[in-house]
């Protein structure tokens, strides 16, 4: 990870940066490893993983999904891609036994790496807070090889009403679309094949609740019920 071979192409990333660089400082890079682990592992297990895949992890934050995927890719390569350079600093510290894994340093919207580079993509809790998703999605089609699938799970969405109260709360700007607008979203942009899947979190969840996300633990429980979207899709 070198950031000073990139650049970010816009205001609107070097905030994400400056944001989420305080997040990874607060210590919630790790904290989201149990908050996404049993959304991500369903995810992980429609993906299919295949030693010689090569799979982008975009937004991976401290790097603990890249590192699952490793472990499957023995053959192949993980390349971990995020805005925020002191969550890719903590990633590579927590990383020196993964030779097959490569932290980047950069944008969804300016993606350092060559046509047709990837077999996957994963992406969680990420994609909405891209500014331009349409042109995240448009490099995302152009570092995808042909017959390449992108998994794109987010639990900000507007079908899972609790997660619409995080608009407001966020200091930075999100994107709240529906799975429909998705779906659109997704062929506008060249991809075929798209899915959209409802993922509930099986996790345990506490008697009681005391965050500010939600009223009561009776809440969070629905919020987990209705679940994560999963998007799935492929270029032809
Ligand atoms: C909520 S965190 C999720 C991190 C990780 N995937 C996880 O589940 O622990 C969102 C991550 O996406 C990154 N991110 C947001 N917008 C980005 C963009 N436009 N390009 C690259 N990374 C971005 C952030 O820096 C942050 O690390």
């Not at 894994?101 to 993606?111: D, T």
Request: aromatic share 8%; glycine share 6%.
């Amino acid at each position: 990870m070198d950031p000073k071979a990139n650049t970010l192409p816009s205001q609107a990333d070097q905030k994400l940066q400056q944001e989420f660089n305080q997040w990874a400082a607060a210590g919630r890079g790790d904290e989201m490893e149990d908050h996404h682990s049993d959304i991500t592992d369903q995810t992980l297990a429609l993906m299919d993983l295949q030693p010689a895949d090569r799979i982008l992890d975009l937004g991976c934050g401290t790097g603990w999904a890249s590192r699952r995927m490793a472990r499957v890719a023995t053959k192949g390569e993980i390349v971990g891609l995020d805005v925020a350079d002191e969550m890719l600093r903590r990633a590579e510290q927590a990383s020196p036994a993964f030779k097959n894994i490569r932290y980047v340093w950069g944008s969804a919207e300016k993606i350092p790496a060559a046509d047709n580079a990837f077999t996957k993509v994963l992406s969680v809790e990420s994609f909405y807070y891209h500014a331009d998703q349409g042109k995240a999605l448009d490099e995302l089609h152009r570092v995808i090889a042909p017959g390449g699938k992108i998994f794109i799970l987010i639990n900000l969405y507007k079908d899972n009403h609790y997660s619409l109260r995080w608009v407001a709360e966020l200091k930075v700007a999100v994107q709240a679309l529906s799975e429909a607008e998705y779906i659109a979203l997704l062929k506008r942009h060249g991809f075929s094949g798209v899915e959209a899947h409802r993922i509930p979190d099986r996790s345990p969840t506490p008697e009681t609740y005391s965050g500010k996300w939600f009223k009561n633990a009776e809440e969070l429980r629905d919020f987990k019920r209705i679940g994560a979207l999963l998007l799935i899709a492929t270029k032809d």
